[in-house]
């Protein structure tokens, strides 16, 4: 069964610019969850989508957003980007809502200059 | 705010040797999760706790949990080099917020 990929690895983008990040579950997954790694403020939680619905949301300004598609791929959006935004994207997809064993893809890191 | 915090922040040992990680958090919880994270990848899940368990065991890994302290421990024995890497816990807090929410981390090197 193949994991939770995540596309792409690495991103570089500048101050004020957009970024789609996407991550496919692993099939059969309908939960995916969404963390932002930095080495301040270390694992945060984004938001997790369930059926293509969003069940919640950290405590992330409205620039951060996101998605579920019927496939139950995710993608999440950052708008105006900040400096304070680099960090490691990690994507994570469980089999059904709420917080069990997590499978996480490899993270997308973002560098913004 | 994170839930989980965890001493120490970093550990060193040599092959082996066993290594105990602890994690503290702040509000009941409905399990308490450990997974690994190799240096800029993805976690790796560990083990899972629910709050009526004490003890779990798989393979060289052991978990304790004490939900009177608000408190977990795992302890990796036999440590290989394979090992190093960083150690998260994670709590689903039962405060209505649903999220899981992840500890600071422990680095751990274990030398060969």
């Not at chain 1, 405590?59 to 598609?69: C, E, Y």
Request: aromatic share 10%.
């Amino acid at each position: 069964k193949a994991g939770v990929t995540q596309t792409p690895r690495y991103l570089i983008k500048t101050r004020g610019q957009q970024v789609t990040l996407s991550c496919s579950p692993i099939s059969g997954h309908r939960s995916v969850s969404w963390y932002q790694q930095t080495p301040g403020q270390g694992l945060q939680f984004l938001f997790e989508y369930f059926s293509e619905t969003q069940r919640n949301k950290g405590n992330f300004p409205g620039r951060f957003s996101g998605r579920q598609f019927s496939n139950s791929r995710s993608e999440m959006n950052v708008s105006t980007l900040e400096l304070g935004d680099s960090a490691l994207y990690l994507c994570a997809s469980s089999l059904v809502a709420g917080y069990n064993e997590q499978f996480f893809g490899p993270g997308t890191r973002l560098t913004v200059l | 705010s994170q839930q989980g915090e965890e001493d120490p922040q970093a550990l060193s040992i040599q092959e082996g040797e066993n290594a105990t990680m602890n994690c503290s958090y702040k509000t009941s919880i409905n399990n308490l999760q450990w997974y690994r994270q190799n240096s800029g990848r993805g976690l790796v899940h560990l083990i899972l706790i629910r709050s009526n368990e004490r003890e779990k065991h798989s393979g060289r890994l052991r978990v304790t949990l004490d939900t009177s302290k608000k408190s977990s421990s795992l302890l990796i024995t036999a440590s290989r080099a394979a090992d190093t890497a960083s150690y998260f816990c994670a709590t689903d807090a039962r405060d209505n917020t649903d999220k899981l929410i992840f500890g600071t981390g422990t680095r751990l090197q274990v030398f060969p």
